[in-house]
Nanobody, 114 residues
């Protein structure tokens, strides 16, 4: 069983930055594909960024060049650096871990850009 705990959210002005962290209680984070997702009120959850076990990353078009996903397997932690934040980035951000056929989700951390 994998438990994920997100932190680092908060209130930030447009143009500001935040770094989200996702701490995983798992034997070896390195075998999991990890991702950050977000959900704004009244909208569906959407993928923001993913990072494969070997480090390959993908990003939503809306965050390319502004957000960076990274992982530290030794610390069982995944990060999402959010730069040049915009009001439309306001959402609850969720960390997820994937290893076929299972998916695990954290409770999320709120990011508000205003």
């Amino acid at each position: 069983h994998v438990q994920l705990v997100e932190s680092g959210g908060g209130l930030v002005e447009p143009g500001g930055s935040l770094r989200l962290s996702c701490a995983a209680t798992v034997y070896s984070l390195g075998i999991y594909c990890m991702g950050w997702f977000r959900q704004a009120p009244g909208r569906e959850r959407e993928a923001v960024a993913t990072i494969e076990a070997y480090g390959t990353t993908t990003y939503a078009d809306s965050v390319k060049g502004r957000f960076t996903i990274s992982r530290d397997n030794a610390k069982n932690t995944v990060y999402l650096q959010l730069n040049s934040l915009r009001s439309e980035d306001t959402a609850r951000y969720y960390c997820a871990a994937f290893i076929h056929p299972s998916a695990y989700w954290g409770q999320g951390t709120q990011v508000t850009v205003s």
